[in-house]
């Protein structure tokens, strides 16, 4: 945990002071920021700085439960991710590309706060933190791997329906259903590419939903709850869109898990139809017909925009997905060697498969997505603890999904 505290830590520092260039002094008094100026909230500010530090407060809360109380930790971590903004945007007032404001300092410590909150709802140390535990092993089987597998799923889910800002407004909700009436008015312009790519994911998901939840719980029914709050948040959700291709996707996905009821193997074919859908979606052309250099600059075009964050989830998810499926299946003691071929392995398929964009039109191949992939990777194995704990999961429990 204190590494993943430290990676964050670094995350955040660069993301602060990016580009790094064009250092003067400040224009204001030092700290002015804190008391004057304009106070104005955008939706990206909100969403962002909140969600920038929430890993850094849940990190950080989960690393000190280790030695101390829950209200000790969450206040520290308060604290801590209070100063780390403070001197974030103190040091911004010398860089002219980047705006201090008091209105970031206040929504980055309720990210640390947030993630905090969340962490102890996991450990179960709030009011509702011990139904949530109980409802967690009603449903799921015990264990480190169903924490992460629940993770993966999340993390899907919020690729799926970032920033997070509903709205009902008419205007939005004709948006949002604008593209599925135009598709299913023309069929001919279904993006089969992106529907293969919604079907391999979603299969994928699926099994490993029903890899982590107990035997005598309908993990089907469960998951195909999730993923159709998921599509019609799509419709409600700012900016966002219902597509036919993720209709007949998760359609597709759902026969082919009715259909492999008592598939066996199941970790191996899960990890191959989450790589096929992220091969497929890399290879796919764009939609504007340009053709765009390399970019060598890590998260250049993700920064101070929505979009970004959306890209960095759906970036990392398929492989902290494939991690856990891969950890399933590896014996503790081989699992230093396998983390490491595993991250060269990956980081070598996923720079060929962005440099190759740089042939497709309307694609961007960016090294940012090397490094998101390589993290998706390697965290969901720096989590300590027993992948099942029951004893009727001690049983080769990687083999059997039914």
Not at 12 to 34: C, D, H, K, N, Q
Not at 158 to 182: C, I, K, N
Not at 382 to 387: E, Y
Request: aromatic residues 10%; proline residues 5%.
């Amino acid at each position: 945990m204190r590494r993943l505290v430290l990676v964050f830590v670094v995350l955040i520092v660069y993301g602060s002071l990016y580009p790094f260039t064009g250092w003067s002094a400040p224009g204001a008094p030092l700290f002015g920021f804190l008391f004057g100026g304009h106070l104005r909230v955008e939706k990206a500010d909100l969403v962002q700085n909140v969600l920038a530090y929430m890993p850094f407060g849940l990190f950080m809360v989960a690393w000190l439960m280790r030695s101390t109380r829950f209200g000790v930790a969450l206040v520290t971590a308060a604290v801590a991710g209070g100063a780390l903004s403070l001197s974030m945007e103190s040091i911004q007032q010398f860089l002219p590309s980047r705006d201090a404001s008091r209105i970031d300092l206040v929504l980055n410590i309720a990210g640390s706060v947030a993630g905090g909150m969340l962490a102890s709802l996991l450990h179960g140390h709030t009011l509702a933190g011990p139904r949530l535990v109980a409802l967690r092993a009603h449903w799921l089987r015990s264990g480190t791997l169903p924490n992460l597998g629940l993770a993966a799923l999340a993390l899907w889910a919020l690729s799926q329906t970032s920033p997070l800002v509903p709205t009902f407004d008419m205007e939005q909700l004709r948006h949002g259903l604008a593209l599925l009436y135009r598709s299913l008015q023309q069929p001919q312009v279904m993006d089969m590419a992106q529907m293969l790519t919604y079907a391999c994911y979603l299969a994928g998901l699926g099994l490993l939903a029903r890899t982590v939840t107990r035997d005598d719980k309908p993990a089907l029914l469960l998951f195909g709850s999730l993923v159709a709050c998921v599509l019609v948040l799509k419709i409600i959700v700012d900016g966002r869109q219902l597509s036919l291709e993720a209709v007949a996707g998760a359609f597709a996905a759902w026969m082919f898990l009715l259909a492999a009821s008592r598939l066996r193997q199941a970790a191996w074919i899960g990890m191959v139809l989450i790589g096929a859908g992220f091969v497929i979606s890399e290879l796919a052309p764009g939609t504007d017909g340009m053709r765009y250099g390399f970019n060598w600059i890590p998260l250049v075009g993700q920064m101070r925009s929505l979009s970004g964050l959306q890209n960095i989830l759906e970036i990392f998810w398929p492989f902290f997905a494939i991690a856990c499926f891969a950890r399933l299946l590896t014996p503790i003691g081989h699992r230093q060697p396998v983390v490491v071929i595993g991250t060269v392995g990956i980081a070598a398929a996923v720079f060929w498969l962005e440099w190759e964009q740089q042939a497709l039109p309307g694609r961007f191949g960016d090294i940012t997505q090397v490094l998101l992939a390589c993290a998706g990777w390697v965290i969901p194995w720096t989590f300590a603890g027993p992948d099942f704990t029951s004893k009727a999961d001690e049983k080769k429990p990687a083999v059997r999904v039914g």
